[in-house]
Every structure is written in C-alpha cells, then in structure tokens.
C-alpha cells in the first residue's frame, strides 16, 4: 500500500481473480476510490470471499470481495490504449493486455517462466498452448510479467514457453504408447517433488502437468504444422 499512496491510480485491471493477482482491490477501491475491470465470468468470484486452501492462504493471504466491471474491448489512458485479448489456460478467463504502439504485453500468469515444472490442477495446457499461439501472432516486444518481471525479448520468451509444452506432450505421448501410467510418466520426467506438491496436496504440482500434456497431441500438430508452413 506504500507503493500505491504515492502513485496516481485512475482505475485497477485485473487479469484474472488469483489472490496474489488482485488481492489488494477491495483496499485500493476502499483508500483510492479506484474502479476495476475485470474478464467476464470472473463477476461471481470476484464478488465472494475467496475460499482459499490453507498454503495459499499463509503465502499470500485472504482475498477480500471486491466489485468490477466487466472489461471492455479496450482500455484507454492519457497517453495508451491497450487492447483486451481474451488468452484462457492458466484461467478459463484469464486476459492480457497489449499496447500496439509499444508492443508491450501484461501478460498476467500466461508466461511466469518459460519451462514451468509445476502447474495448478486447475490449468488447461492445451488451451494455454492455444493461447500462446495466438500471442505469438502479435508483435509482442517487452512482455510485463507478474512473476518474471519485465522480459525484454516478449516473443522469444512466450515462444520458448510454447515449445517447452510441446515438447512435454510428446514426450508424455511416447510414454503413453509404450503402456506407462501418467503417474509413471509424472516420476520419469520430472523425478524431484518440491515441498510446494506436498504442501499443497497436489493441487500444484508436475502430475498435472503430465495430464495436461497428455491431451496436447491434436493441439501440438496443428502448431507444428503452422509453423513448418511459416518456416
């Protein structure tokens, strides 16, 4: 809150109802009088008191209620306008936000790290996979990432993020075809589990991954193919 008492704040945008995402927007709404926008279908959550397991709780606390707006199809300021793209797979409604003029990408958790060995239970690899291909269709040059920071070279790093979960698909696959469990596949290709999986009783961990992966093989085609006729 320091930080954001000395700062000017016209309005909040949420890239998706995460708590370490928008966990300060009812405070902000409360001290700043700041509306937020956030994507739609995330009214009902955002509107509730997050209902958060215990290790989400202690590392980043509640996330109180908080009231929005559904984003609109851009966001206009003094000096940008930034255009709201729809990218789901972290989420089912997750959004970025791209600056054209600057190309410059808020990526929200779309990126986090270019080869992640840990995912949320909750995460859709193949439609995350479909997102980063439709990003890599923009002219992305500085990517802002809640996690990473600020990665100069945007494109290289959402591309790179792309092909890693490929490759894990069809490594998963060649497993597959050769009758391994997923859980098998799980110990093979990631054999050490951080405290975080225990912690969080799977609800992060590299099985889900794994499944994730195990459904990319229509999705990785088609991208493979797409990028032989780029190439």
Known sequence: MPFFRERRIVRLAVTHVHE???????????????????????????????????????????????????????IETESHTFQVIRTPGHTRDHVCLFEPSRGWLFSGDVYARSEPKLIFAEEDVPELVRTL??????????????????????????????????????????????????????????????????????EWSSLNLVRGAAELSEVGDRVSEVGAQKR
């Open 20 to 74: 370490d995402h928008c966990g300060l927007a009812a405070r902000l709404q409360t001290e700043r009088g700041a509306p937020a926008y956030i994507p739609a279908g995330a009214e009902y959550s955002a509107a509730q008191r997050a209902r958060l397991p215990l290790y989400r709780r202690l590392f980043w606390g509640p996330r109180p209620p908080f009231s929005a707006d559904v984003f609109p199809e851009r």
């Open 133 to 202: 291909n439709r990003l890599l269709e923009l002219d992305v040059g500085t990517l802002f990432c809640a996690h990473a920071g600020v990665v100069e070279d945007g494109r290289r790093a959402l591309a790179a993020k792309r092909d890693y979960l490929l490759r894990i698909g069809q490594q998963v696959r060649h497993y597959l075809g050769l009758g391994y469990s997923l859980r098998r596949i799980d110990r093979i290709l990631f054999p050490e589990k951080p405290s975080l999986t225990r912690i969080s009783m799977g």
